[in-house]
């Protein structure tokens, strides 16, 4: 019989614009103060892209690091997995521009289209390809230029999202490097967060561009709460798959939406958790598929994550989609 496959992360990087937006340039633009930023939202500035810097640019550069932290050559990977919400074209993928950036010659690739929960799903499917036996080296990238897609005249919006990008080389172990992946979606709530045009239901026209409806939409408050419960129970959920209890966590990766969803759902799981909770959201804000994969990079890039940890991943976002990991770092 042969042996089982595992998959493991082997290098991991980032990368985000050099343009800083901040709390006081919002000032200027909308009706908003910083305070009112920092306390609803934990956010203080973010990173926002040049007009010729397009999400397969950020991709690519978060993807070149992976691969050298990995000690990995553009050529001997084997799959490209994108999650985007803001992907430079509708086709080709933005995993097809990566492809070509990087020079991974050999590599097939696509995008996942899952919002917020993105590098989630891109993980799980990397993994899962790669413990099939079929792949043995993939990236798993996410990546997002919201700016292109924010209402810059909402302050309901405007002053939540920044860009950015986040890479994992995973490659096959003998050890298991993931150790639970759970992954959900209600389309059932799928007008709470989208974007409402662009695609085939309402083309770009002049009365979609006057109605605003190319840029992200979001009840706030609604999304708040399922936020909360939904990435609680996917917390919990993961831990249990991974055959761990709570107190086994090292560290806890949350997507980078709001400080008071990560410190409720923190508090929820347990005493300690906070102090757990790796947070980077007040220098780069919400960077969708991008947040969780920054955190991590930013985190390993600092020494905060060692051999051995295990870390918690947890998103969610619009779709409904969510996802809670289990990650030991081998
Ligand atoms: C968006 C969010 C920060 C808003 O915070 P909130 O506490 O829910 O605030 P509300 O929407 O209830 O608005 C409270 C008030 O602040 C106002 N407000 C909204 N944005 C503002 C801003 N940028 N500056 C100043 N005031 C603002 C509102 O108009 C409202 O005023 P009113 O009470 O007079 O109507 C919060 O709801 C949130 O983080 N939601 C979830 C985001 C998320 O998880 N997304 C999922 C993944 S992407």
Known sequence: MSEKIYAAIAGVGHYVPEKVLTNADLEKMVETSDEWIRTRTGIRERHV???????????TAAARRALATAGVAPDEVDAIYVATCTPDMIFPSTACLVQAALGASRAYGYDLSAACTGFLMALDAAGAAIESGRVKVALAIGAEKLSAVTDW??????????????????????????????????????????????????????????????FIHMAGRETFKIAVNTMLGAAQEAIAR?????????????????????????????????????????????????????????????????????????????GLTWGGTVVEWL
């Open 49 to 59: 892209a040049a007009a010729g810097e397009f999400t397969s640019h950020m991709a």
């Open 153 to 214: 005249s909402s302050r309901d919006t405007c002053v939540l999202f920044g860009d950015g990008a986040g890479a994992v080389v995973l490659k096959a172990s003998d050890r298991p490097g993931i150790r639970s992946s759970l992954l959900g979606v209600d389309g059932n709530q799928a007008e709470i967060l989208y974007i409402p045009a662009g695609g085939s239901r309402i083309p770009a026209s002049p009365e979609s561009i006057q109605n605003h409806q190319h």
């Open 242 to 318: 991974a055959g761990l209890t709570a107190d086994q966590i090292d560290w806890m990766i949350f997507h980078q939406a709001n400080w008071r969803i990560i410190d409720a759902v923190a508090r929820r799981l347990g005493e300690g958790f906070v102090e757990r909770a790796i947070m980077n959201l007040e220098r780069y804000g919400n960077t969708s598929a991008a947040s969780i994969p920054l955190a991590l990079s930013e985190a390993v890039g600092e020494g905060k994550i060692k051999r051995g940890d295990k870390i918690l991943m947890v998103a969610f976002g619009g």
